[in-house]
């Protein structure tokens, strides 16, 4: 998996508004500690979402 850096892109991006439930909040808080670099949860979800793209194209 490619690391990131922890910013978005700085342009052609759009806001995303998400609600969760609190256990997956919860969940993704547990994984980002796991990280060496402690990721913000959109970072976090950015790196998930990337991931699991990779793994199902």
């Known amino acids: ?3 990131l850096e922890m ?3 700085k342009k052609d991006t759009t806001a995303l508004t998400l609600r969760l439930p609190r256990e997956l909040i919860d969940a993704i ?3 980002r500690r796991l990280e060496p670099d402690v990721p913000t ?6 790196r998930a ?3 699991w ?5």
């Open 49 to 51: 979402l990337i991931d």
């Open 1 to 3: 998996m490619v690391i």
């Open 53 to 57: 793209l990779d793994k199902t194209s």
């Open 41 to 46: 949860r959109p970072e976090m979800i950015r």
């Open 7 to 9: 910013a978005p892109p």
């Open 29 to 31: 808080d547990e994984r």
